[in-house]
């Protein structure tokens, strides 16, 4: 049984800046693989991602709620608190927000792509469970 993974790396913003340049020198392409996000420190990844961020991945991997009042309402917080968390998630990468056309236009939050574990390129970095899939796979393992 096999996980869906999305990896953290870190790359220093000068060095992003000198790959993109090269890039667009040669008329070459960058090209952002949705199975990778870049962060320039592991410092800044873990004051990024809170154990709330990291749980409103996990409820909308294994809930699928259909808005972020929804969302707020599975997490017991403020609609307004997990809004701004939706946010900075899906600048950084890691959801959508999707303005539903029905009813109240409300957002719907999803992952970017079904994965069900994020790897830390780090080797003293747990990974972060997303999925149920990827709990169990985990525990079993732990059990074994």
């Known amino acids: 049984m096999s996980l869906k993974k999305l990896t953290i790396c ?16 040669v008329k070459g392409s960058v090209i952002d693989s949705e199975e990778m996000i870049f962060f320039d420190s592991i410092k800044t990844f873990r004051s ?19 808005s972020v009042y929804e969302l707020a309402n599975y997490l017991d917080r403020k ?24 009813g109240r236009k409300s957002l719907r939050p999803e992952l970017v792509f079904d994965y069900d574990v994020i790897l830390i390129d780090d080797k003293s970095s747990t990974p972060l469970t997303i999925s149920e899939k990827s709990e169990r796979i985990i525990n079993d393992a732990i059990a074994s």
């Open 10 to 25: 870190f790359q220093k913003l000068d060095d992003l800046f000198k790959e993109v340049n090269e890039a667009i020198n």
């Open 48 to 66: 990024f991602m809170t154990s709330n961020k990291s749980n409103i991945l996990s409820v909308i991997s294994k809930l699928k709620p259909t």
């Open 79 to 102: 609609p307004q608190h997990v809004l701004s968390d939706c946010r900075s998630l899906e600048s950084h990468g890691f959801i959508k927000l999707i303005q539903e056309e029905v």
